[in-house]
């Protein structure tokens, strides 16, 4: 089975509880997030949730992924499907990683299957890949203007 991967990171000048804090406050993505417009459910490996995405240049997109793993401070992933399993799935993750200035570098991917993944295959290279790279930087504006409003 064909399968793809998109791949980016972003260094954040922001320490890793504040992304992970701004990353899992669902309910505020509305607010700056120009790619994942809605995120809904509890946040805990196993649970349902509601997405919904807007490429760049395309329209919305809600799909029903189910989490993965959610390691608080570390790492998020859900898995989602195009109507059966094998036809269309993709696994989307962010980890964080801390770096030794205070920082933290956000990894944020998806891995890509199935039988149709031919026929999406420009679109995921073009219009999510932008979504991902459009996400991060806005995930990072946000994280680094929180922490300079932080008492030192």
């Given at each position: 089975?064909?399968?793809?991967?998109?791949?980016?990171?972003?260094?954040?000048?922001?320490?890793?509880?504040?992304?992970?804090?701004?990353?899992?406050?669902?309910p505020r993505y509305p607010e700056w997030n120009p790619f994942i417009v809605g995120l809904h459910g509890r946040r805990e490996t196993g649970a349902s949730l509601v997405a919904t995405l807007h490429p760049p240049g395309g329209r919305r997109l809600t799909f029903r992924p189910r989490?993965?793993?959610?390691?608080?401070?570390?790492?998020?992933?859900?898995?989602?499907?195009?109507?059966?399993?094998?036809?269309?799935?993709?696994?989307?993750?962010?980890?964080?990683?801390?770096?030794?200035?205070?920082?933290?570098?956000?990894?944020?991917?998806?891995?890509?299957?199935?039988?149709?993944?031919?026929?999406?295959?420009?679109?995921?290279?073009?219009?999510?890949?932008?979504?991902?790279?459009?996400?991060?930087?806005?995930?990072?504006?946000?994280?680094?203007?929180?922490?300079?409003?932080?008492?030192?």
């Amino acid at each position: 089975m064909a399968t793809r991967s998109i791949a980016t990171a972003i260094d954040i000048a922001a320490g890793p509880e504040q992304v992970w804090q701004v990353l899992t406050d669902w309910p505020r993505y509305p607010e700056w997030n120009p790619f994942i417009v809605g995120l809904h459910g509890r946040r805990e490996t196993g649970a349902s949730l509601v997405a919904t995405l807007h490429p760049p240049g395309g329209r919305r997109l809600t799909f029903r992924p189910r989490l993965t793993a959610f390691n608080t401070g570390q790492q998020l992933r859900w898995r989602g499907k195009l109507l059966l399993p094998g036809l269309f799935d993709g696994e989307h993750h962010f980890r964080l990683e801390a770096l030794e200035n205070g920082h933290t570098r956000l990894h944020h991917g998806e891995d890509f299957s199935g039988l149709l993944l031919p026929l999406f295959g420009q679109k995921l290279q073009t219009a999510t890949r932008q979504g991902f790279l459009a996400m991060n930087e806005a995930l990072k504006q946000r994280c680094e203007a929180l922490a300079s409003q932080a008492p030192a």
